[in-house]
């Protein structure tokens, strides 16, 4: 964006009408969020933070990220965020917002708070988040802004208050009711005389006197000295999910992070040392304990730059830690979930030694990964890397309980043989890589139902592809792929599987195979190659399309010569429309007149880009993580 000095979102992404999820972040993005978002009906996920946006969004969001914009004026909750009653994770830091504090009881699904750094007044309402199912709630921070009065006692803030975060207001008072001890709530906010510069005594950080504060939870002291520098004592309380009870704040003998001024490796028993001893290192793996292994992964990252870091290396329980998640009952981290967190580093591989690891979640990070060690997480079904900058899958191999891998948008230049040894990989997503290749030499583990290979240079006749019989969703869109489209495609498929087929933007010809037909319920894409015809028994498939060759025949498979949409076919809302000449669309599904195109070669070049990334993105998510 900033190449070209648009600073306007482009208009072509309205125009994805299945889009689903949305990240255009961080892109210096001006003006108003445009009216026509409210198109993008089956949109998710919206992420637009560090902009400089203003405006409006559509309502029927799950997940919202706006921070770090420049909104104005009042913020009124029972015309905005109310009524998206499916939200359950709101993002609206340093965003510039005013008005009274919501009390999001019209969103009972709500899991993640984010208010930071904002102008919202009033005190905290009595039915706050009264809806919610406090087990689910994961946490809500409202610090630095202008929150007012006593914090309210209500059975819902007695159940997760712990979870609540208002550090940095001008609160005048916390009932007892609420506190670990009736003499004591600084677990909650530092008592008016006392700050921490966290607000609260918690993570290695102590309430101390401050004679000048005189609001709970001060977070600055003009007048602190060195003799009050506080000494680093990690004490940890667990969550509470009865308001009529609280847990007991005890000091825990945990691993925690020591100050960066320490020399020595945090302190951990001797057989887990990082030194261990020749006796131990001649072992094929140390025991590690879960939460030295996070810590690790911290250490290696840059955790302290990590945009959410709520709890990591505290003596909280390690299943506290954002994006932690353990089996139930126990210590034991089950999943990983990091994506898009300002990661930097080598990924350490005793992240593999998580015995109960079943999912990795990394995507969208500045990092290095190898899998070295990989065999010993035996649970692991779910490897998510995309975006990570990955150039090798050598030693993926040993992830035997592999299920799905997604490591789009990468690196990657070819694929190793050993994926072959991945016989429980269902889906498997290389989409945008710089896979160079011919298509008969692709290694395809054996029961594999995903191939996701789209924007890639992968070349050959599509006869020479020979894929399982568990196959029902393959993606070769924007390779090399050449000649005609084989009788034979996906003949070891059951017909009565709901199938996906994406050859659009190869160089295939000749003619759409009749033998297709054998399958009910088909998406086919085939846009912008070079298909010169196809068997009219294809146009009477009523359910291929998501139902839209009933309406549109043969339409809704591809245009017809002389025709042109920006899909290459019919869908709702939007027709095959006739070119001034026919010699401008002379194949079946063109996306483009080519005269249209050539006036405007710019904007229709950025429009197809866009289409394709988003288009691909939103097919590759909905179909891998509805499977995790």
């Known amino acids: 964006m900033s190449e070209s000095g648009d600073k306007n979102i482009p208009s072509a992404i309205f125009d994805l009408q299945n889009l689903e999820r949305l990240h255009l ?41 706006l921070s770090e914009n420049n909104f104005s004026g009042e913020f009124v909750y029972n015309e905005t965020l109310g009524l998206m009653v499916d939200l359950y994770e709101l993002d609206l830091s340093s965003a ?155 000091p825990q003998n945990l691993l925690s992070r020591m100050p960066s001024t320490t020399a020595e490796p945090p302190s951990i028993p001797a057989t887990l040392s990082p030194s261990a001893s020749a006796s131990t290192s001649s072992s094929p793996t140390r025991t590690l304990t879960d939460r030295y292994i996070l810590t690790k992964l911290y250490d290696s990252c840059n955790g302290h730059l990590w945009h959410e870091q709520k709890f990591w290396t505290s003596q909280h329980s390690i299943c506290d830690w954002y994006g932690i998640e353990c089996d139930a009952g126990s210590e034991n981290v089950k999943s990983i979930s990091l994506s898009a967190n300002n990661l930097h580093g080598s990924i350490p591989t005793e992240l593999f030694q998580l015995k109960r690891l079943e999912k990795l979640s990394i995507y ?54 050993e994926l072959s040894m991945l016989t429980n990989l269902r889906k498997m997503s290389l989409t945008d890589n710089k896979i160079e290749t011919s298509i008969s030499q692709l290694v395809i583990p054996e029961n594999l ?72 319920r088909l998406e086919f894409y085939a846009q912008n190659n070079q298909i010169r015809g196809m068997n009219s028994k294809l146009c009477e498939k009523t359910e291929w399309n998501g139902g839209n060759v009933e309406v549109h025949g043969c339409d809704a498979i591809l245009c017809p010569k002389g025709y042109a949409s920006t899909a290459g076919r019919a869908m709702k809302n939007r027709l095959c429309e006739e070119c001034n000449d026919a010699d401008e669309a002379p194949f079946l599904g063109s996306t483009t007149c080519a005269k249209k195109y ?15 990334i988003l288009s691909v993105s939103v097919v590759a998510v909905a179909f891998l993580f509805s499977f995790s």
């Open 96 to 250: 510039g917002l005013s008005g009274t504090l919501p009390d999001f009881a019209l969103n009972p699904r709500i899991k993640v708070v984010d208010l930071r750094n904002n102008n919202f007044s009033g005190s905290v309402p009595w039915s706050f988040f009264s809806s919610i199912d406090p087990e689910q709630f994961s946490y809500g921070e409202f610090g630095s802004n202008n929150i007012k009065g006593e914090i309210p006692s209500s059975a819902m803030i007695q159940s997760i208050i712990n979870k609540l975060f208002l550090q940095d207001n001008q609160i005048t008072g916390i009932p007892p009711t609420l506190c670990f001890t009736e003499d004591n709530c600084d677990t909650i906010l530092c008592r008016p005389g006392t700050f921490s510069p966290i607000g609260r005594d918690d993570e290695g950080h102590q309430c101390h006197p401050c004679p000048s504060t005189t609001y709970y939870g001060s977070v600055q002291c003009a007048t602190v000295h060195s003799s009050h520098s506080p000494t680093i004592s990690r004490q940890t309380f667990s969550p509470s999910v009865s308001p009529t009870s609280r847990p007991s704040k005890q």
């Open 364 to 417: 969208s990070n500045e990092i290095e990964l190898n899998f070295g060690g990989v065999g010993n997480a035996k649970l692991l079904t779910h490897l998510l890397i995309d975006g990570t900058g990955l150039g090798s899958l050598d030693g993926i191999g040993q992830a035997q309980s592999l299920q799905v891998l997604s490591a789009r948008f990468n690196k990657l230049e070819t694929l190793p043989s």
């Open 449 to 520: 139902e995903a191939l996701l290979l789209g924007g890639n240079a992968i070349n050959g006749k599509l006869d020479r592809f020979n894929p399982p019989p568990t196959m029902r969703y393959i993606d070769l869109s924007g390779n090399e792929l050449y000649g005609p489209i084989p009788s034979f495609l996906l003949q070891g498929t059951p017909s009565s599987m709901d199938v996906e087929i994406d050859l659009s933007s190869n160089m295939l010809t000749g003619t759409l195979p009749v033998e297709l037909a054998r399958f009910d």
């Open 25 to 65: 972040g961080d892109n210096s993005f001006q003006g108003s969020i445009p009216s026509e978002i409210s198109k993008l009906s089956n949109l998710k996920y919206l992420s637009l933070d560090k902009n400089e946006l203003t405006g409006d969004v559509n309502k029927k969001l799950k997940d919202l990220s």
């Open 598 to 612: 050539i006036d405007s070669a710019g904007m229709n070049l950025g429009n197809g880009i866009v289409n394709h």
